[in-house]
């Protein structure tokens, strides 16, 4: 015995280092493994086979396996920020102070209270949930929901934020190799030699396979293989590297564990490659399949090849007396293995007729009782095996011989591992000679090309020994069994376990399919059969090979699940790569950002972009501020950062018959120097953005966009102009960020202005309303717009966006004595709608058209097309019933909620009220000292004076009356200063 | 996800640079077409279970709009081309036509010449 | 603590100077005025201190010293005064790093879907990087990546997270 454990054998281990031993904690306890050992392994050397308990009935489980497909050994990993639930103690490699803890056990892993399901599993059968909280219909929500909610799930989200860094990365390569085993090891090599970039991606921290340990002389040519492709530059290999999913096109993601559980490492935990493989070979190999018979669910009820893993690769034994239990020759390699680790193998049950192959013989040689035409009857033992019971396979289970023993070995023969393959569509063949399902050679999933993407080797092909590259002689045929014995009674099928995480059991497929459930999709699902985080890698085939004995069908005539990626789970963490934190978008800032920043701005995202809301002052409420901002402006001056807004020049002899089919109005008609105001459609009429066009030149003119339209908008010029009249003569440009935009707004603008000095003629007769002119202004070169979207005096200043912030300066420092506020959105939004003036968003939802807002006097007359045109002139869209823009004035000086609606007479079929209208903006208006709305509303322009009611839950109805939408200087003479 | 190749830049370019467009070679109806006609043009989509054309841009590159045409239960790409054309090339059909030999276009001939033609005159 | 993969440095000095127009009519005319030859599709052409780089069909993009703009401005404007054309300044319109080191492209990797090791020496790369838009072309000891100036930041942050210490894309 070592300190690593009492199952640690003297000898052994080709994984393990013994000259390091990691200490680690299960359960609140403190234990000691070494360097190479898994989770499972370290915790089998010191005896601890029970690892967690079963979903449903919490029945004790230990491991099944040595891999990826492990459905019982999950385990919490870690603590605070870093833990994860559901961590496959076979597939974690053992790090020095790991901290684990058992899971879906209560209060603790030996004690579950939960495990009383288990005594009452005849009352949990399949579609237990379906048919339970079925009836009555209102306890769903009340009643069912907290139950199912509280027992569902598996292991506990963690709660903190996950401290690792993960990252992702893009690989172009000609082949890829998903397996590093001897198949894929000699794949990878041939490609490699046919000049080809190749990666090799193998999910254990070791190459080989089952080769070293399966055999003769098997590291041997593994090690040779891997001295070769070492020695070549195009062949890249990676170890810890899990191909999780094939998609489409060839794109292959694989995770690369850089630094799992390790997070003193001051690297990544996980980088998640996004590959674009020109093919893809999978040499993913085969697993175990499980074999059911009563008891296999026992804490020390193993696979075969696992056991021989658990002695081979990490000198530990599962236990000290194995019985191997069979349907092939391999599991006899199993009791070779444990014979010569000086371990006592008592019987070899094995359910052939006849066992005789030169495996069988060699163990018989070593003075093994092997019993043919056997099986097991049941195991003695609760939380791990204590005696086997043993009887004929044809029989229904009468014992013959009951052996002492605490370990069982079994082996249901294999399957190959078709994920890749099958997840974007490769085909599969049911062989009756080997007892699986494996790839059609003939039915591969295709690329872009029409051709294969992806094939198959090795074991994952079906060719389960690889004889070619490993030597290995012929082995005699292996016998499907799929319930043991042959003939078991209904009561031992209540014991076998298909799906072990669920708590599947064979008695449960049965039901599903005397209950009708013929589909194997519609049986999964109503089971749970596959469904658990294992994705029913052990389970799947036995559990459909029951359905087709169950409805009295080939297997193939059931066929398969759906193969679905990833293979094995995914953390979040890795599939969000680098987009968290300050990176976890792009936030697009302006060149005065820093300037808001440092002036205690509140910013609100718009798009990706981040604008000022208002700059509370300390002690101000943001409602104050925004109040305080309007009132600056209406009073004197303000200055809004507009730089977001979208700029789009137009330019060529086109160009004014493309933006008359852009606009509902008429731009070609504007002249040079002047502004005018339009509305963009799209082809189903409704509004799309609107905003303000400027004509530069003869053919050029810039398009000012809201500020989350520009790109929409640009994209929009350019389908039409690439796509519909591609022999129009315009070139378009988004240039929205070269330009740093200023809005210097109220009453004393102009003076603010003039003092930055400068060559532009500010004056009302040379720059009238709807005027713009260039030149400098403080020296910067500029352009300048006469337009106002406040209703007051308002001039919109563009300068280079390098000079932005020099600009917004200027203009602060020389508009001290006036007062000059920055303002931000919200100020904004209340002074546009005391205008009554719309915002694209709010008074537009897709769904609007400028005539419901009583903006005809923006659409031409004149003109015989523009886009959303005919759409406007559908019924549906000249229907004077359609609600129209109006003011709403609250009765009660409450503010009106956002989007209410306002209830007209009668309900509709759902028993609902009928509507007549909804508030689309709605403020407190500091310079009228009221609330203000806007709203949508049947017949609103013809309803002045009318009061609409707006019920809202839980409060007294709100009530408004129906006004012109312009509260504020109607007559529009504060704009001219 | 799709690996698309910009006849523009020759660039293969994958899904997440570019920008899907729907159906391509609808003929656009405006104002006089009758409810029908726009109907069909707005909203009547053929979304076939195989060969199918349409329009995707190069939005993370060179901007341009294409077309593409390829099968959209295997995702066998025949080819991309470009989007100054109302019907697809002859090369297109062509490379439709060597792996669906049963594959008929469902436009006329005579209106496929009035291609690309009168962009390059 | 190991060194970054790669250097990133904002570059602050670069005019740009975007032109629109039917390069097969107007592409020599457009050389003669910059004084750079005419890329090839997909390519940039450079005489040193200026670059001409093929950005679409019908656009290119020259990058100059930013003293220089004004003049290049005014001489493709000149230049291309019959053509239908459009020559904007765009210089502040966008932000340029500088990606220098041996692992320049390791860190160009993790953020962009381009293959960007079989870009040829002088080829410009439109793609983007992480969730921006982005061009990509070599300079000696690693890569320029142009973007835009609204994203500086966030460019900055991709780039030197991607290029953080020990996180070499070598297998392990
Ligand atoms: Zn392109």
Known sequence: MTETGPFRLPRGGRLIDRAYQLPFRFDGRQMRGLLGDTLASALLANGQLMMGRSFKYHRPRGPIASGAEEPNALLGLGQGGRFEPNQRATTTPLVGGMVTTPQNCWPSLNADIGAVNNWLYRFFPAGFYYKTFMHPRPFWKHVFEPIIRRSAGLGKAPTEADPDRYEQAYAHVDVVVVGGGIAGLTAARDAARDGKSVWLVEQTPHFGGRTPTDHADGQARVDALLAELRGMANVTLRRSTQATGLYDHGYLLVRESLADHDPNAGIPRQRLWRIRAGHVVVASGALERPLSFAGNDVPGVILASAVRDYIDNYGVAPGRRIVIVTNNDDAYRTALVALDAGLEVPVVIDAR?????????????????????????????????????????????????????????????????????????????????????????????????????????????????????????????????????????????????????????????????????????????????????????????????????????????????????????????????????????????????????????????????????CYPKAGESHADAVAREIRAVRASVGTLDASTLGKIIVKGPDAGRFLDMMYTGMMSTLPVGKCRYGLICNENGFLSDDGVAARLSEDTWLVHTTTGGAERMHGHMEDWLQCEWWDWKVWTANV???????????????????????????????????????????????????????????????????????LWEKLHEAGRDLNVTPYGTEAMHVMRAEKGFIMIGDETDGTVIPQDLGLNWAISKKKTDYIGKRAQERSHMTDPRRWKLVGLESVDGRVLPDGVYAVADGVNPNGQRNTQGRVTSTYMSPTLSKPIAMGLVLNGPERMGEVLEFPVAGQESYKARICDPVFYDKEGSRANG | MLTLTCPYCGIAAEETELQPGGEAHLKRFGPGSTDEEFEAYLFARKNPKGVHFERWRHAYGCGKWFMAARDTATLQVFGTYSAQTPHPTPEIVAAIRAHRPDWQPDWTEATADTSAESLNA | MAEALAKISQVQDWGMIQIRA??????????????????????????????????????????????????????????????HALVLDVSDMRAVFRIQGAKALDVLMKLCPADLAAMPEDGLRRTRAAQVACGIWREPGGYVLIGFRSVADYLRGILTGAAAPGTQLDPR
């Open chain 1, 353 to 613: 007729s006849a066992a005789g192959g030169a495996l069988p013989a060699a163990v018989r040689a070593r003075g093994v009782r092997v019993l043919t035409g056997s099986a097991i009857a049941g195991i003695k033992g609760g939380q791990a095996v204590e005696a086997v019971k043993i009887c004929a396979h044809s029989g229904s289970g009468q014992v013959t011989e009951t052996v002492d023993a605490d370990c069982v070995a079994m082996s249901g023969g294999w399957s190959p591992v078709v994920h890749l393959w099958s997840h974007c569509g490769g085909k599969l063949n049911w062989s009756d000679a080997q007892a699986m399902f494996a790839p059609d050679p003939n039915r591969p999933p295709t690329g872009a090309d029409g051709k294969a993407m992806a094939s198959c080797v090795g074991a994952a092909a079906g060719d389960l020994l690889v004889p070619a590259l490993t030597g290995a002689q012929a082995e005699s045929a292996t016998m499907p069994v799929w319930v043991m014995p042959a003939h078991a009674t209904r009561k031992m099928k209540f014991k076998m376990w298909l799906d072990f995480q669920n708590d599947v059991k064979v008695s449960d497929v049965e039901l599903a399919a005397q209950e009708g459930y013929h589909s194997v999709e519609h049986t999964k699902r109503y089971t749970t059969l596959g469904m658990a985080t294992d994705q029913g890698k052990v389970s799947n085939i036995n559990g459909l090979a029951v359905l087709s004995n169950a409805l009295n069908q080939p297997i193939p005539a059931t066929g398969t699940t759906t193969f679905r990626p990833p293979y094995t789970p995914l953390t979040l963490g890795t599939i969000a790569g680098e987009a968290r934190g300050e990176i976890f978008q792009p936030l697009r800032k302006t060149p005065m950002h820093g300037w808001h920043e440092s002036h205690g701005a509140f910013f609100e995202p718009v798009g990706h972009w981040r604008r000022p809301y």
């Open chain 1, 736 to 806: 929205t960020e070269q330009w740093a935009q200023v809005a210097v707004v109220g009453p004393k603008a102009r003076v603010l202005l003039e003092r930055l000095g400068g060559q532009i003629d500010l004056s009302p007769e040379a720059l009238p309303f709807m005027g713009w002119a260039e030149g400098e202004i403080a020296g910067i070169p500029a352009r300048v717009y006469r337009i106002s979207f406040s209703g007051e005096l308002s001039f919109e200043v563009a300068v280079p966006a390098n000079r932005g912030l020099e």
């Open chain 3, 22 to 83: 039917d390069l097969a009519r107007a592409g020599d005319a457009i050389a003669a005025a910059v004084g750079v030859a005419l890329p090839e599709r997909g390519r940039i052409t450079s005489d040193g201190s200026r670059s001409l780089g093929w950005m679409s069909p019908d656009e290119l993009l020259l990058v100059l010293p930013r003293a220089e703009a004004a003049e290049a401005l005014a001489a493709l404007q000149d230049a291309l005064s019959t053509e």
